[in-house]
């Protein structure tokens, strides 16, 4: 038929494969997107230059970032468009949002080149994410990769690239030697977020803690949120070197994981295995022996098969 009687179930139907969501899987999604309003402010903050509170904001969007995947895998509420919601807001806030607030704070200084370097840690940070999402889904990854990332992440290269503002609100002076510095040492942060570096990922720390622990754990973390807030350049720099210093011993860790793979990956060596029982040992039935093969002729140098070359 052309024109198909009304059928009033049709509409029902329609209505039904619209399922309700579970505000378990809100949850996360809504911290991630107050981690975006903070990346977004601290541009804000950035062009008006109200620098210190624009370097709050991108480390109150890291303290975001680093609980809200934490917080989907306690409560079950992973789904892929909070993965995807992650990515485009670790973007903004770990590439766009440090790469602004370090053009308005002395980059400027250096015209196109330092707006170069701007949009080169930008861009470093939005490859280094499509890259993370890639090697998600690769099945070939060993289980200890999961305590690695492959470059620098996304939050630690935006809180270590904003060094020089950190050291420059310390007291030293930006003129000089700090806005070059400053220049190379961004493109440098870019770089190794986008190398094959291995590094400590942490997320295998914490999962389980022992009940006499919890108490000094509370005590250490609210010590540790005090002192950040009344003395937040000289943490903020210390930490920074910390991390730096950290990342030989991570490249060292996935070494020896690499190597203890490779030798579990070894075939067993040849001579246990394959032994006839000899004839005369107790309960083992004596073989006949085969028949003497003729002793085989020397063969030049050349003509051997290339496994005994």
Known sequence: MLFPPFDPTRNELRRRRFRAIPVR???????????????????????????EWALAAIVFAAALDGIDGRIARLIK??????????????????????????YF???????????IAAMVLAICAGLRLARFNVAIDNPNRPPWA??????????????????????????????GVMAPFALIYTLIIALLMVSRLPVFSGKKVGTRVAPEMV?????????????????????????????????????????????????????????????APSAGRPGTPEEP???????????????????LN
């Open 25 to 51: 899987t809100l949850v996360p999604n809504v911290i991630t997107l107050l981690a975006l309003c903070a990346g977004l402010t601290a541009i804000r903050f950035a062009v008006e230059g109200r620098l």
């Open 77 to 102: 509420g992973q789904s892929r468009f909070g993965a995807e919601l992650d990515s485009l807001a670790d973007f903004v806030n770990f590439g766009v949002a440090p790469g602004v607030i370090l």
């Open 105 to 115: 704070w002395g980059l400027h200084e250096f015209g196109n080149v330092g707006w």
């Open 146 to 175: 999961a305590n690695f990332f492959t470059g620098v992440p996304a939050p630690a290269g935006a809180i270590t690239v904003l060094l020089p503002i950190y050291v420059n609100l310390l007291g030293v002076p930006r003129p």
């Open 215 to 275: 108490l000094p754990i509370f005590v250490v973390v609210v010590l540790f949120v005090a002192v950040l807030i009344s003395y937040p350049w000289p943490v903020l720099t210390i930490g920074t070197l910390c991390y730096l210093a950290s990342l030989p011993f991570g490249w060292l860790s996935y070494r020896q994981y690499e190597r203890a793979t490779a030798t579990a990956a070894l075939p067993p060596r040849a001579g246990a295995e394959g032994l």
């Open 289 to 307: 022996h085969p028949p003497s093969a003729p002793a085989p002729t020397e063969e030049p140098e050349d003509k051997r098969p290339s496994r």
